[in-house]
């Protein structure tokens, strides 16, 4: 089994920071894509960022410039720094990772973490 926690969330005011982080836990042979998503209330689920094993990364053109996704991967975590927040970033934001449990798999699989309240007050 493969587990993700992140921590991270909370109340911010416009204009500040916070930074999500999260964790893979359990059978791992190897992370691929890791990746960050969130959900607003009566809104769809919005790719925020993405952060492939050697480092490369996008953004979602609404974070762009603000946001920065990292990992590190002995440590089997990503993190996202959010700066310059405002108040339509707030959201449960969810970590994903796409991860092969064996050696022998032949796909990886996409996990998901628990969810993180960010709210941002104007």
């Known amino acids: 089994q493969v587990q993700l926690v992140e921590s991270g969330g909370g109340l911010v005011q416009a204009g500040g920071s916070l930074r999500l982080s999260c964790t893979a836990s359990g059978t791992i042979f190897s992370i691929n894509n890791m990746a960050w998503y969130r959900q607003a209330p009566g809104k769809q689920r919005e790719l925020v960022a993405t952060?492939?094993?050697?480092?490369?990364?996008s953004y979602a053109d609404s974070v762009k410039g603000r946001f920065t996704i990292s990992r590190v991967n002995a440590k089997k975590t990503v993190y996202l720094q959010m700066n310059s927040l405002k108040p339509e970033d707030t959201a449960v934001y969810s970590c994903n990772a796409w991860v092969r449990t064996r050696l022998t798999d032949s796909v990886s699989l996409a996990y998901w973490g628990q969810g993180s309240q960010v709210t941002v007050s104007s």
């Open positions: 952060i492939t094993s050697s480092g490369t990364t």
